[in-house]
């Protein structure tokens, strides 16, 4: 991986996880995806013209399917995630959702975009992967039989489908078909808004209340979320998705952080641990 891609990768990697910290404190329901998706709607409006204006948008059908597709898998993420902070622990949802996510869209870009991975890069996948999982709680948390840490494990491994779909997905756009990291982005956003509108809409009371609650959660995340991915698909374009995705979990190194010290979510010995695997993931990607 060049340390163009990676430097993109480290930096999405400390946005992501901020405004994932953001949605669990603001512990919103579905009106609250529509508000931060309005938000981003707004927010990315006026680059999406500048692009537009500087090389006009001529997207056929395949180009087309894929940003629908995209909005679509985009919702069933954010809703699945959301969903998942309200009955579970930040310190289980978010580790089994970036762990399952890039270990299923690496096997499917080496699987369905052909691409393989060097020795250094497979090593990086799997150090990644096991870092993720004992930051998690390795086995004890296997272990565990408590109510809320089975919801979180469901909903984090359901986050992770979907961030392996879209990733696979939206991979294939801007690699193959040359889409703008910007414009899937942005267009998905939209599908994704409009699908929620009609639902949205019909419960005003809802709405006002994470209007009051959250609004300015909902303007941060708006802002910052498209950008944590955007930066990643330009990385993508750079470097291999089988590698990219997991590199993407560098943002565990910073929600350990936040779990710990700032949620007091306590394991401390295992993100520690999990800390020092993802490093060693991390320095075998850039030697692949």
């Not at 529509?34 to 056929?60: H, K, M, N, R």
């Not at 004992?134 to 961030?163: F, H, M, P, V």
């Not at 950008?227 to 698909?233: A, C, D, F, N, V």
């Amino acid at each position: 991986m060049s340390l163009t891609a990676l430097a993109l990768v480290v930096v999405a990697a400390f946005i992501h996880a901020y405004w994932n910290l953001l949605v669990k404190r603001a512990d919103g329901g579905p009106a609250f995806v529509w508000l931060f998706s309005l938000s981003s709607a707004v927010w990315y409006a006026p680059v999406v013209l500048a692009l537009v204006f500087i090389e006009p948008v001529d997207y056929g059908w395949r180009e087309i399917g894929l940003i629908l597709m995209s909005g679509v898998l985009h919702l069933l993420y954010a809703i699945t995630l959301n969903h998942g902070y309200r009955v579970s622990d930040l310190s289980v949802v978010y580790p089994i959702a970036r762990g399952t996510g890039p270990v299923i869209s690496g096997l499917a870009a080496i699987a369905l975009l052909g691409e393989r991975p060097t020795f250094a890069g497979a090593c990086g996948i799997a150090l990644i992967a096991a870092g993720i999982f004992t930051i998690a709680g390795g086995r004890s948390l296997l272990r565990q039989r408590d109510e809320r840490t089975a919801r979180g494990i469901l909903y984090g491994a359901l986050t992770g489908l979907c961030i392996a779909s879209y990733t696979v997905n939206d991979a294939y756009a801007v690699k193959v078909l040359l889409v703008s990291p910007v414009m899937i982005d942005y267009f998905g956003n939209v599908v994704r808004l409009v699908m929620l509108t009609p639902t949205t809409l019909a419960n005003r009371e809802a709405l006002a209340s994470e209007w009051r609650r959250n609004a300015k959660a909902a303007a941060a995340i708006g802002a910052l979320m498209p950008l944590s991915y955007i930066l990643s698909l330009f990385a993508m374009r750079l470097a291999p998705v089988s590698y990219v995705a997991p590199a993407r979990e560098l943002s565990m190194l910073v929600g350990a952080y936040f779990g710990a010290k700032l949620l007091r979510e306590g394991h401390t010995r295992e993100r520690l641990a999990g800390t020092a695997l993802m490093v060693a993931g991390v320095v075998a990607f850039a030697m692949a």
